[in-house]
């Protein structure tokens, strides 16, 4: 199993950044396709990021492309989401997930919450107006 622990999340104003950390243990993520989602009050769980195994391959939601980043250092078992030009409209918890065969159906499927096993805790984020 994938332990995964998010940590980063804050109160930041519109405009502001934060990025986002994801340490995974127990098992090395280097063939894992990892992602980030998020869920806002009242709302489903959304894709936010993913990349695959070496982070050779991307995939982001509309909502996010161009503000966010989805980066992965495999040497430090961790998963990064770099978030410049925050909204208040990005105000969730924030969550990581990893998997050994997310997208291997189709990478338009690393947005499906149901390819992933592992999750974390979730980190919130805040972002005032």
């Known amino acids: 199993q994938v332990q995964l622990v998010e940590s980063g999340g804050g109160l930041v104003q519109a405009g502001g950044s934060l990025r986002l950390s994801c340490a995974a243990s127990?098992?090395?993520?280097?063939?894992?396709?990892m992602a980030w989602f998020r869920q806002a009050p009242g709302k489903e769980r959304e894709f936010v990021a993913a990349?695959?195994?070496?982070?050779?391959?991307?995939s982001y939601a509309d909502s996010v492309k161009g503000r966010f980043t989805i980066s992965r250092d495999n040497a430090k078992n961790t998963v990064y989401l770099q978030m410049n030009s925050l909204k208040p409209d990005d105000t969730a918890v924030y969550y990581c997930?990893?998997?050994?065969?997310?997208?291997?159906?189709?990478?338009?499927?690393?947005?499906?919450?149901?390819?992933?096993?592992?999750w974390g805790q979730g980190t919130q984020v805040t972002v005032s107006s």
């Open positions: 990349n695959n195994w070496n982070g050779g391959r991307t």
């Open positions: 997930a990893a998997d050994l065969t997310a997208g291997i159906r189709g990478w338009d499927r690393v947005g499906v919450t149901d390819e992933y096993d592992y």
């Open positions: 127990r098992r090395a993520i280097s063939t894992y396709t």
